[in-house]
């Protein structure tokens, strides 16, 4: 008799403990929203497996106990089976409540997890572009005909009538001591129609280049392009001079040249030099923007060079190259350097020169931030 007594009681303890502990739990949860750690399958099947293990030693220590809880289970059934259906209820609500706040955190690790890396990937960016320009302002002070390095982020845009390019600065490091003309940031319109033709007489002016047969090539429309714009440029009055007969002037300047080779032979843009130095110098950052576009209409040399066309005497020996580079990341820059060259140089020298300072400068780029040209 003594032992049923124990048994009752210890299981008493035991059950009596752990609905406590359950609907203590529960009500934190709802609270605190915070789930106890121990609500889980396993740890339920570990409490079942203690209680299973006290009522056997009971049962080996008295048979008749069996006996007796028969008989009371049988006088108690619903009590218990309602008590077990709402353990049971309890239990999976917590389970639940438990698997939520878990899909929870597993998603606001995800996002955390992704700001982390949306910040290491800006940090990185941080330092590779402070890697760059310590390796611009030491390219600058250990090479004495380099006074100058801007770079400028650009767009190309376009739409049925113009062909505009945006450019941008975006970093400029100069020599100390020297001064620099910058351009913060200026549109270019082209007439789309003259571009395009442009393009098209090109590319027959030029089929040489796959043909490798000069008798192929036909500069008839090219020639006419040429004529068609310096004919209007002639007729226009100079006081009725604007941007848009500057970008045409520009593009008598790119022709120019392909003319002279093409027909090889030398001549003269034929513009009053009043007309000549009202177009040139009206806007700001042509040169490059006539670099960019050249690239655009792949009309380019290796290694493109313009003049300082200013009044400064500290600066009329001065030289630009431009350098067009892509980044891994698809951002598009030029880069500007300006070249401090000698009047006693030949024109051969200079252009030596320029492009030994040019390429060492794209080494330095390639080393520094693994820039795709």
Same mark, same amino acid.
């Given at each position: 008799?003594?032992w049923?007594?124990?048994?009752?009681?210890l299981?008493?303890i035991?059950?009596?403990?752990?609905?406590?502990?359950?609907?203590?739990?529960?009500?934190l949860?709802?609270?605190?929203?915070?789930?106890?750690?121990?609500?889980s399958?396993?740890?339920?099947?570990?409490?079942v497996?203690?209680?299973?293990?006290?009522?056997?030693?009971?049962?080996t220590?008295?048979?008749s106990?069996?006996?007796?809880i028969n008989?009371?289970?049988?006088n108690?059934?619903q009590?218990?089976?309602?008590?077990?259906?709402?353990t049971?209820v309890?239990?999976?609500?917590n389970?639940?409540?438990k698997?939520?706040?878990?899909?929870?955190?597993?998603?606001?690790l995800d996002?955390?997890t992704?700001?982390?890396?949306?910040n290491?990937? %800006?940090l990185?960016e941080?330092?590779?572009? +402070?890697?760059?320009? #310590?390796?611009?302002?030491?390219f /600058? =002070?250990?090479?004495? *005909?380099?006074?100058?390095?801007?770079?400028?982020?650009?767009?190309i845009?376009?739409?049925?009538?113009?062909?505009?390019?945006?450019?941008?600065?975006?970093?400029?490091?100069?020599?100390?001591?020297?001064?620099?003309?910058?351009?913060?940031?200026?549109?270019?319109?082209?007439?789309?129609?003259?571009?395009?033709?442009?393009?098209?007489?090109?590319?027959?002016?030029?089929?040489?280049?796959?043909?490798?047969?000069?008798?192929d090539?036909?500069?008839?429309?090219? %020639?006419?392009?040429?004529?068609?714009?310096l +004919?209007?440029l002639? #007729?226009l009055?100079?006081?009725? /001079? =604007?941007?848009?007969? *500057?970008?045409k002037?520009e593009?008598?300047?790119?022709?120019?040249?392909?003319?002279?080779k093409?027909?090889?032979v030398?001549?003269d843009i034929?513009?009053s030099?009043e007309k000549?130095q009202?177009?040139?110098?009206r806007?700001?950052?042509?040169?490059?923007?006539?670099?960019?576009l050249?690239?655009?209409?792949s009309i380019?040399?290796?290694?493109?060079?313009f003049n300082?066309k200013g009044?400064?005497?500290?600066?009329?020996?001065?030289?630009?190259?431009n350098?067009?580079?892509?980044?891994?990341?698809?951002?598009?820059?030029?880069?500007?350097i300006?070249?401090?060259?000698?009047?006693?140089w030949t024109?051969?020298?200079?252009?030596q020169?320029?492009?030994?300072d040019?390429?060492?400068?794209?080494?330095?780029i390639?080393?520094?931030?693994?820039?795709?040209?």
């Amino acid at each position: 008799m003594i032992w049923t007594i124990v048994a009752i009681v210890l299981i008493g303890i035991l059950t009596g403990l752990f609905f406590r502990n359950l609907l203590h739990s529960w009500i934190l949860s709802i609270k605190l929203k915070k789930i106890p750690s121990w609500i889980s399958p396993n740890s339920l099947l570990n409490i079942v497996s203690v209680l299973l293990a006290i009522l056997s030693v009971a049962f080996t220590i008295d048979v008749s106990l069996i006996e007796s809880i028969n008989t009371h289970f049988t006088n108690n059934g619903q009590m218990y089976l309602i008590i077990f259906l709402i353990t049971l209820v309890i239990t999976f609500y917590n389970m639940n409540i438990k698997a939520d706040k878990i899909q929870y955190l597993e998603k606001q690790l995800d996002s955390e997890t992704k700001k982390l890396w949306e910040n290491y990937a %800006e940090l990185n960016e941080f330092y590779r572009q +402070k890697s760059l320009f #310590n390796a611009m302002e030491i390219f /600058i =002070n250990s090479t004495p *005909t380099v006074v100058s390095i801007q770079r400028y982020k650009y767009r190309i845009l376009k739409n049925h009538k113009f062909l505009k390019i945006i450019i941008n600065g975006d970093h400029t490091t100069v020599r100390e001591g020297d001064d620099l003309n910058l351009v913060s940031q200026a549109y270019f319109e082209f007439n789309l129609e003259e571009i395009n033709a442009i393009i098209s007489a090109y590319l027959k002016a030029t089929v040489s280049f796959k043909t490798y047969n000069e008798k192929d090539d036909d500069i008839e429309e090219l %020639e006419d392009i040429y004529l068609k714009l310096l +004919k209007e440029l002639d #007729n226009l009055p100079i006081e009725k /001079i =604007n941007n848009s007969y *500057t970008y045409k002037f520009e593009l008598v300047k790119l022709l120019h040249p392909l003319l002279e080779k093409s027909m090889n032979v030398n001549f003269d843009i034929e513009l009053s030099q009043e007309k000549i130095q009202k177009l040139n110098g009206r806007k700001s950052g042509i040169d490059i923007a006539m670099f960019l576009l050249k690239d655009y209409m792949s009309i380019k040399s290796s290694l493109d060079l313009f003049n300082y066309k200013g009044t400064s005497d500290s600066k009329k020996a001065r030289m630009y190259s431009n350098l067009q580079l892509t980044n891994n990341l698809g951002e598009n820059f030029v880069y500007v350097i300006a070249h401090q060259t000698d009047d006693n140089w030949t024109q051969d020298k200079v252009i030596q020169k320029i492009e030994e300072d040019t390429k060492k400068f794209l080494e330095i780029i390639d080393a520094e931030v693994h820039f795709i040209s």
